[in-house]
């Protein structure tokens, strides 16, 4: 590739204002991006990933400066243009894919004049063209039924379609540039790999350039022809996609490459030993699932069938998955099994207890037995707490203790999930997200459960803070005898974690049985989907090809 | 992705945060700041301020014009005006302080049982809100004391009772945002019963904007108890009851108007100074 780059980042450093102190978070980067190429910015969240994407579309935060550098489209700086005459070239050169699909539409407008809007601001004015453009681009980007599409409100499509017209907004006018932010983070794998796949085949159609901003190292590695790896505000490598995966040069890209699940094949985790005895008996088991059945009422009437007759085992000691996409069923399956919800049809014996048989009070002691870890930390711990006061609780809820015996366990507990001291007096929003699903994991086994559900309980996490999650939980089930049920939509975090999985679908099991099974001869088309979705394959295979160190 | 660093920064600045703040305040909210101080101060220690009698007056002096001797001069009575009002602030005060409280912690129950349990009782508590939302606060503050009797603290009472209903509206809803949260949940997961639930994590994160709603309150409630006294439904003569001074003054108000306007001044800076530092507070408190 030769010739001026499309887009050229010299020397940018980027600072936030808090109160009077200007703090920098980006410096001194500087990439380039050719006609026609994909770049992906990576790293985990406090990079400075996404604040050096939005100072190329001139979108900073109110509090936020460029310091210096310059941001060359196409051989002009656009770093020092004020907004107005940035004006012209956003959404017709420059357009961005933003990250949540959820919140970046209007939710009083419609759909088709969300996506016209782009041409009105840029000089369209027949209504007639617009709406057929409109319609065109809503088919363009794979939507069914783009007229009635067209009609509807953001609250009546999934987070795939409207991720899909967040897409047709950005490629309207046929822009040279995509800034892409995390287009698919809070998406399904299958919806995943769908998304990206439209935008690869757009910008094949368009010739656009795109950057592609994102925590997952493997979807970079699959989409992207070049690799940008920032750390800290800094860039920390750079390189062509596959050369970088298969040698990567600095210690932060090792790292990253071997905690991302997606690109490590190979499973480190110690398997649990095998059942000393030849046939099973019940007593084997800490949770017994036979053929549970959900019904939720709707409103006009009818029911709707989450869960379909779904039944599995969990072997003391050992990890069992429950994986599939949202919709699947699985969050109603373990509120029921933890007694949240009271299913349908079927039983659920934990520790061979009949849960649905319990009242009240009965229940709340069971509770002992069986305890839920949560998706996002951010929302299961009490803002008002302090790290102490949520570890400790539930010992008040139980026999009383007396209050240096409840401080002893509290501290050896947070010595056990590798928690300093230090921490007990803080409130969770002075936490990492890691420290707080750490203290979540604590307060899950306070009451020394025998069961632990993990309801997607690294998903929220970057990468390497998940790899350690997963090390923690790998290491407490070993010491601690722990049976864990493993909710995830994850299949790579699922196979370093798990001993058996179930994928559900649609409320039904389509598979169940030992994780290698599953990953090396799945049985059902489902399954394979699934699998082929994984983000981070075809980049490894690419990568794979080449011997270490060559050039392309 | 990227947040901007503001967790880290913003505790460094604690130290010299007051001065800042007070550097950085305008001048009006230092002004209210002065004028509540005085008051509080006029109810603690009255003493401090004026050697008369806010009951026993001499009648060889009545009707005085303001002079150095009787700086708002003196009443009907002989009663000297600066005195009495001085010595009337902690009715007021005390009186707004008892209805405040009397809203924010009524209200605050209604609202925590109606959301948390929601259903047949929910749905009977606040349509008895929605009644008392829709009859004028002072009517219903009359109708109370009506009811109850005359009397500094009944008239506080009455005062209290009308707002019971806007503190259950404001707490339910804040109830039933907190009642969904995972932490709740995850409350109940560990064990918990439901009242310790309620006591440990919904109450003290549904308080939030009744406390707010609650500082703003304290100014209409010294309105509320004026208007009371005022109309006679308050503090029998002879207390010096703020709004009970403008009504007395009101015969004289041809020949010695500052009877009537001094109180009722008062009354306007220290109503205004309330809405304005609470305005600031809940402004600061996100």
Do not use: C
Not at chain 1, 18 to 42: N, T, Y
Not at chain 1, 426 to 440: D, T, W
């Amino acid at each position: 590739m030769s010739g001026t780059p499309l887009l050229s980042i010299r020397d940018l450093s980027v600072s936030y204002r808090e109160k009077d102190d200007w703090s920098r978070v980006v410096h001194g980067v500087s990439l380039d991006v050719h006609r026609g190429e994909v770049v992906a910015l990576v790293g985990e969240s406090g990079s400075g990933k996404t604040t050096t994407a939005q100072s190329v579309i001139g979108l900073l935060p109110g509090n936020g400066r460029i310091d210096q550098g310059e941001i060359r489209l196409d051989g002009t700086d656009i770093s020092r243009w004020p907004s107005r005459r940035l004006d012209a070239i956003r959404g017709a050169r420059i357009s961005l894919i933003p990250q949540d699909p959820g919140s970046a539409l209007n939710p009083i407008r419609t759909i088709g004049a969300q996506v016209g809007e782009i041409l009105k601001i840029h000089g369209w004015r027949d209504k007639k063209a617009i709406a057929s453009r409109v319609v065109e681009l809503l088919a363009r980007v794979g939507l069914t039924e783009p007229e009635l599409r067209a009609r509807q409100y953001p609250h009546e499509l999934s987070g795939g379609m409207k991720q899909r017209v967040l897409i047709a907004i950005a490629v309207a006018l046929q822009p040279e540039l995509i800034v892409a932010d995390e287009p698919t983070s809070g998406l399904d794998v299958t919806v995943q790999r769908r998304i990206l796949d439209l935008i690869d085949e757009l910008r094949l159609e368009f010739g656009t350039s795109v950057l592609l901003v994102t925590h997952d190292l493997g979807v970079a590695a699959d989409r992207a022809g070049r690799l940008v790896v920032m750390q800290g505000g800094r860039i920390q490598e750079e390189g062509p996609t596959a050369a970088l995966i298969a040698a990567p040069r600095s210690a932060y890209a090792r790292r990253l490459l071997a905690d991302a699940p997606s690109l490590d094949m190979t499973v480190r985790r110690q398997p649990r030993p095998e059942p000393i005895r030849e046939r099973d008996e019940a007593d084997d088991f800490a949770v017994i699932v036979e053929d549970l059945t959900h019904d939720f009422p709707l409103a006009d009437g009818g029911t709707f069938r989450a869960v379909d007759g779904i039944s599995f085992r969990l072997r003391r000691g050992t990890t069992h998955a429950l994986v599939g996409e949202s919709g699947s069923g699985k969050t109603t399956t373990i509120r029921s099994i933890v007694g949240f919800e009271k299913p349908t049809a079927g039983r659920i014996l934990v520790d061979g207890t009949d849960i649905a048989a319990l009242h009240r009070a009965d229940l709340r002691r069971f509770r002992r037995k069986i305890q839920l870890v949560y998706q996002n930390p951010f929302a299961s711990l009490d803002p008002r707490q302090n790290v102490f006061e949520i570890i400790e609780e539930p010992l008040l809820n139980f026999d009383k203790r007396e209050k240096d015996e409840r401080r002893r366990s509290v501290e050896s507990l947070l010595d056990r999930v590798g928690l300093s001291r230090t921490l007990l007096g803080r409130a969770p929003h002075a936490l990492s997200g890691g420290q707080r699903q750490r203290v979540a994991i604590a307060r899950a086994l306070v009451l020394e459960p025998q069961v632990l559900v993990l309801d997607e309980a690294v998903s929220a996490l970057d990468v390497t803070v998940q790899a350690q999650v997963l090390k923690l939980l790998d290491e407490l089930q070993r010491d601690l005898g722990l049976t864990y049920l493993f909710v995830s939509h994850d299949l790579a975090v699922v196979r370093q974690i798990a001993d058996s999985v179930s994928v559900l679908h649609r409320g039904r099991q389509v598979e169940s049985g030992p994780v290698e099974q599953i990953f090396h001869a799945p049985t059902s088309s489902y399954t394979r989907d699934l699998l082929a979705a994984i983000p981070g394959r075809t980049g490894v295979e690419r990568a794979r090809t080449l011997s270490p160190g060559s050039d392309r | 992705m990227t947040t901007p660093p503001a967790v880290t920064n913003a505790f460094s600045g604690r130290g010299s945060g007051h001065l800042d703040r007070l550097r950085g305040a305008s001048p009006g909210l230092v002004l209210a700041w002065l004028v509540i101080a005085l008051v509080v101060l006029w109810a603690a220690a009255p003493a401090l301020f004026t050697e008369y009698s806010a009951t026993v007056g001499v009648p060889a002096e009545k009707l005085r014009p303001p002079s150095p001797d009787h700086l708002l001069g003196t009443d009907a009575l002989g009663r000297d005006l600066f005195a009495r009002i001085v010595h009337g602030s902690v009715h007021s005060l005390s009186g707004a302080l008892v209805a405040v409280a009397i809203g924010l912690v009524a209200g605050t129950m209604l609202g925590l049982v109606a959301g948390s349990i929601g259903g047949l009782v929910d749905d009977t508590l606040m349509r008895i809100v929605d009644v008392l939302l829709a009859v004028p606060a002072l009517l219903l503050s009359l109708s109370i004391i009506i009811l109850t009797g005359f009397g500094t603290i009944n008239a506080a009472v009455a005062v209290g009772a009308a707002s019971v209903a806007g503190f259950a509206r404001l707490v339910r809803a804040d109830v039933i945002r907190v009642r969904r949260s995972e932490y709740v949940e995850a409350a109940f997961g560990s064990g918990g019963t439901y009242a310790a639930v309620l006591w440990r994590h919904v109450l003290p994160n549904s308080l939030t904007s009744a406390f707010a709603f609650a500082a703003l309150q304290f100014g209409s409630a010294i309105l509320s108890i004026s208007t009371l006294g005022f109309l006679g439904y308050g503090a029998p003569p002879p207390t010096p009851e703020w709004g009970l001074l403008i009504a007395e003054g009101r015969n004289y108000i041809s020949s010695a108007w500052w009877l009537t306007a001094a109180p009722g001044l008062v009354v306007v800076a220290v109503v205004l100074s309330a809405n304005r530092i609470s305005r600031a507070v809940g402004r600061s408190t996100p």
